[in-house]
């Protein structure tokens, strides 16, 4: 079987790649788009390929934000753009989000129903945002299969020990340090974060490391975290797996805050490495095989985050407690539940 992944985000996502190499043990040749076209990016880019299937991921890709002054012709044609497609190839959806992030909008709304529409088949990562897929879109239970994200700690070293991650990173072995890691958005709920820390009693730290997704937010985040002395530590720079591997090493937990969220790699990421997690019940798409004694779910800041994160710095990074979900989100296993949905629709 020949199926086509767009768009390519294997530069920012190990999740394709992962992916594509599990899936040739199952007789699948996956081919990535070369580059990105314009006017009709999604017809255009599988112009000359013949094969069985267009496994789509991320479709705002093909109607994305640039503030180029072209946003609103993007939006206007994708829905040509995905007609044109389907006439050619069978289109199966992985949703990795219900939404864009950060994007809002009457069009956008219309360009996603239209795309759960087309598809044969939606992959989603949880029973629960299988559930929500199907109020959202009014999708038929039928078009819908539930397979866990891949295992990304395999695209990464193993952690180093705390003692030399820290000393790397100059932070004392006495400190209890909490990290948010990943891109540094809006939507991941980082600024009330940085306010209960700084009114927090509690000796512990929070560290903030990735890229702002704009200079504008970057500086937004620096203003917010001044006045908070040690307690909020800031490294807002683009992560190298060896920069995030020391951070995790590092950290007594991690901390997920998101405003909303459908799917979250960097969590799975956590959980895989056998580090403690502190995340909302709110977010409830996200499976992390609960309850564990390793994720520790709480109500609000302002009610019982301090219970939880006391609990959570209590508990040490144990990567063999992690081990039965690490088989049960290993690539070969992926890979053999996402061919048998090709076959079924292909």
Excluded at 160 to 189: D, H, N, Q, W
Excluded at 247 to 259: E, I, K, Q
Aim: glycine share 6%; aromatic share 10%.
């Amino acid at each position: 079987m020949k199926v086509f992944f767009a768009p390519d985000y294997r530069k920012g996502v190990a999740y394709q790649a992962l992916l594509a190499e599990a899936l040739e043990e199952h007789g699948v040749e996956v081919t990535f788009p070369y580059g990105h076209r314009r006017v009709l990016p999604l017809c255009r880019g599988i112009e000359g390929w013949r094969g069985d299937l267009l496994h789509l991921h991320w479709p705002e890709k093909f109607f994305e934000l640039r503030r180029d002054g072209f946003d609103l012709l993007r939006k206007i044609r994708y829905p040509l753009d995905l007609s044109l497609t389907l006439r050619r190839v069978p289109i199966l959806l992985t949703a990795h989000d219900l939404r864009p992030h950060n994007r809002t909008g009457r069009l956008l709304a219309v360009n996603f129903q239209r795309t759960y529409d087309a598809a044969r088949a939606i992959i989603a990562h949880s029973a629960k945002a299988a559930q929500a897929v199907g109020v959202a879109y009014d999708v038929k239970p039928e078009k819908l299969h539930v397979i866990p994200h891949g295992d990304l700690s395999v695209s990464m070293h193993p952690l180093p020990l705390r003692s030399a991650a820290r000393a790397a990173l100059g932070i004392p072995e006495t400190e209890r340090l909490c990290l948010m890691f990943g891109t540094v958005e809006p939507y991941k709920g980082i600024e009330p974060v940085i306010d209960w820390w700084r009114n927090a009693a509690a000796p512990s730290t929070v560290a903030i490391a990735g890229k702002p997704y704009s200079t504008e937010y970057g500086e937004t985040i620096r203003r917010r975290a001044q006045g908070t002395g040690a307690k909020v530590r800031l490294d807002l720079n683009w992560q190298s797996d060896e920069a995030l591997e020391r951070w995790l090493g590092a950290a007594d937990c991690v901390l997920f805050h998101y405003r909303a969220i459908f799917t979250s790699g960097a969590a799975c990421l956590a959980r895989s490495f056998g580090i403690p997690i502190l995340i909302p019940h709110r977010l409830d798409t996200v499976d992390l095989a609960e309850p564990h004694p390793l994720v520790f779910r709480f109500d609000a800041l302002e009610t019982d985050f301090s219970e939880a994160l006391e609990r959570a710095l209590a508990v040490k990074r144990d990567h063999e407690a992690a081990e039965e979900w690490r088989k049960a989100t290993a690539w070969p296993e992926i890979a053999a539940q996402t061919a048998r949905v090709y076959a079924a629709i292909a």
